[in-house]
């Protein structure tokens, strides 16, 4: 009970950083929404860039941003080293790099991922840093030493990691979605250890006769980040798995609702939600958008299924809900708007090129990041309006940050700082 009653003050003394900071996969409220202003329209590798940093190695982690520290990871190919980078935000310099795990025997990671996919959480004062079962650890932002570190979580994530963390009060949310093991967990963030953990309730249905999984892992994992929001007077943990929805009590773990959906697996998105509705992509394989009622318990049926939509769906970008309009990018490129309430197309169109980072929301405007470095720029609204396109080498696999009015991009090879000099 004490640990709920301290829990619960720190929730309510909390302040959610601003346009200054980017403290999260997706943003300030993990939607991909900014409130910054005065974001350059144009840029290239000779323009509008104030600075541009190498990185080392590999990782699709994506910048997090707190006061003038930039935090991020990589890894080596073969993921026996992992690495974290603090960056100074002004100066693009390299504060600290140095190695936080060595791994003996690394996981195998799709050619796609990396071993430094999931992106750290930061707030005042702490970063936490995860590379999902080989290693998880808090850092202390301003002496740079590790405060805790936990490497005694297994999982084998069958195709590399790539859920991130979530600060919650005084817990860190994670999900560990494997082809062995899948489950949500809460760390305490001032000591890392386990506040609880639940085990996903879906039966897989698809063992053999000595109770081993028949499927391939792939059926049974997900790379999604969970969401945390107070629904109709309870908070609860949106979190999306292989083969089903889920709704947790974050502050105990006890599952409040599941929705199940056996066709989809590997769901790598975030949820958002709005207008009494959750709204997410349900993952590979027969991937649909879905909108789903809120107030939901227990195991929930198509009663509470607002709307699915098939057609340009992404499997791996998080979508933008910006008022009462969603906007999403397909992987092959076609970016479409969806009416949230009812689930129809108001338009779509072909903007070429293919796609894994997340979009985001900022300065009035949608900006599109596509793996081979291009950023399409639209105007929200019923029409489909291109605003601006830009490019930089090396493309985009990780999720853009923006703070004060830059935006931090990670490309394969670089970070940079883009902003419009005076």
């Known amino acids: ?41 144009e840029w290239s590798e000779s323009k509008n860039v ?30 026996r080293e992992l690495f974290v980078l603090c960056i100074d ?14 791994v003996a025997q690394p996981q195998f990671a799709h050619a796609f991922n990396t071993h430094a996919s999931p992106t750290p959480a930061i707030e005042n004062g702490r970063v936490y840093i995860t590379f999902g079962a080989p290693g998880t650890a808090a850092i202390d932002t301003k002496t740079l030493k590790v405060l805790w570190q936990r490497r005694d979580i297994e ?29 949500v967990m809460a760390l305490d963030k001032r000591t890392g250890k386990t506040v609880w953990q639940t085990k996903r309730s879906i039966d897989f249905q698809d063992l053999d006769k000595d109770g081993k ?3 391939e892992g792939d059926l049974r994992k997900a790379f999604s980040t969970p969401h ?13 798995g292989a083969k089903a929805a889920y709704s947790y009590d974050p502050l105990t773990g006890k599952e409040l609702w599941r929705l199940e959906e056996r066709a989809q697996h590997s769901a790598s998105t975030r949820p958002v939600i709005g207008h009494g509705m959750i709204f997410f992509p349900t993952g590979f394989s027969a991937g649909q958008l ?22 340009g769906v992404p499997n791996k970008p998080s979508i933008l809900l910006v008022d009462d309009l969603i906007y999403m990018i397909g992987d092959t490129g076609i970016a479409s708007c969806i009416d949230a309430k009812t689930g129809d197309q108001v338009w779509q169109q072909r903007i070429g090129g293919e796609y894994s980072a997340s979009p985001v929301y900022a300065d009035g405007k949608l900006w599109f990041f596509s793996e081979d470095g291009k950023t399409i720029v639209l105007k929200p609204g ?41």
């Open 382 to 422: 019923r029409t489909f309006q291109q605003m601006g396109e830009n490019r930089l080498n090396d493309g985009f696999l990780a999720s853009p940050a923006i703070a004060g009015k830059a935006f931090y991009l990670r490309t394969r090879t670089h970070l940079y700082r883009i902003e419009a000099k005076p």
């Open 50 to 79: 104030v600075w541009k940093t190498p990185v080392h190695d590999r990782g699709w982690s994506s910048p997090v941003i707190y006061g003038n520290q930039i935090w991020l990871t990589s890894s080596t190919k073969d993921g």
């Open 290 to 311: 879905y909108a789903v009622r809120t107030g939901g318990n227990g195991l929930i049926t198509d009663t509470h299924v607002a709307w699915k939509v098939k057609r």
């Open 155 to 183: 999982c084998n994530h069958f195709r590399g990691a790539g859920s991130s963390p979530v600060i919650f009060g005084n817990l860190l949310l994670m999900h560990f979605d494997g082809s062995d093991q899948q489950f």
């Open 1 to 41: 009970m004490m640990k709920l009653l301290a829990i619960l003050l720190t929730l309510s003394s909390a302040v959610v950083p601003g346009a200054e900071n980017w403290p999260q996969f997706r943003g300030p409220d993990g939607t991909g929404h900014s409130d910054a202003k005065g974001l350059p329209l």
């Open 228 to 240: 945390v929001e107070k629904i109709n007077g309870r908070w609860e943990m949106i979190s999306l």
């Open 213 to 215: 999984p028949a499927a």
């Open 89 to 102: 935000r002004e100066t693009g310099k390299i504060l600290k790099d140095w190695k936080l795990f060595d």
